[in-house]
């Protein structure tokens, strides 16, 4: 789903067009707390993922956020083809990791 999708269905689900749109332009920021944490666990040698129900944007926001020097991997349900809470999209990125689940 692309965000203009996304966010016409956040209107068409509240019943107003308008206000999707505005929440829409809003740029989210990162938790400092959180970017803290990821790069303690990054320090110690602990791969740190991102796995979200995003949408095509995801890419681009991540790197205007900053975020990418935080994190070694995104993954996006947008591009995998399945969202959370499906097991398939864990699976995914298990699989994708080599990790055991």
Do not use: C
């Amino acid at each position: 789903m692309s965000r203009a999708e996304w966010v016409h269905e956040i209107g068409r689900t509240l019943g107003t067009y308008d206000a999707a749109e505005e929440w829409g332009k809003l740029s989210p920021q990162p938790d400092p707390a959180m970017l803290e944490v990821s790069d303690e666990l990054r320090s110690r040698g602990t791969i740190v993922a991102i796995l979200t129900n995003g949408t095509d944007t995801i890419p681009t926001e991540i790197k205007a956020q900053g975020i990418q020097q935080h994190i070694d991997y995104v993954f996006n349900s947008a591009t995998i083809g399945y969202i959370k809470p499906d097991q398939r999209v864990f699976q995914h990125v298990i699989d994708a990791l080599g990790l055991e689940g």
